[in-house]
Nanobody, 122 residues
Framework: VQLQASGGGSVQTEDSLRLSCGAS????????VGWFRQAPGKEREGIAC???????SYRDSVKGRFTVSRDTAKAIVYLQMNNLKPEDTASYYC?????????????????WGHGTLVTVSS
């Protein structure tokens, strides 16, 4: 299983970005997908997840700004990030878990992808 997060970049405060999570060796439509981020010097934290049943969960700090969704035709999971803030600066990762497991804790996720860097300048 290989996962790859993409779509990161350098933006200004209040800008938007859409991250994508693609996979090989697994069909993302069949698993829960979580989004995590890790800022320099900080622990990796879960920020959003989506189950196969489209249940979603978000970290309080991103609620109302970030939206996780699926494109089942392409088997890709997106993280739409709006109203970005400097504190959102981090490397962003996607990970997969069992089909109906959607949570923000790292322990439930079996496979992790390489991150994509998001830098938000004030």
């Amino acid at each position: 299983v290989q996962l790859q997060a993409s779509g990161g970049g350098s933006v200004q405060t209040e800008d938007s970005l859409r991250l994508s999570c693609g996979a090989s060796g697994i069909i993302l439509n069949n698993v829960a997908v979580g989004w995590f981020r890790q800022a320099p010097g900080k622990e990796r934290e879960g920020i959003a997840c989506i189950s196969t049943g489209a249940f979603t969960s978000y970290r309080d700090s991103v609620k109302g700004r970030f939206t996780v969704s699926r494109d089942t035709a392409k088997a890709i999971v997106y993280l739409q990030m709006n109203n970005l803030k400097p504190e959102d600066t981090a490397s962003y990762y996607c990970a997969v878990a069992g089909p109906s497991v959607c949570g923000l804790g790292r322990s439930i996720y079996d496979h992790w992808g390489h991150g994509t860097l998001v830098t938000v300048s004030s």
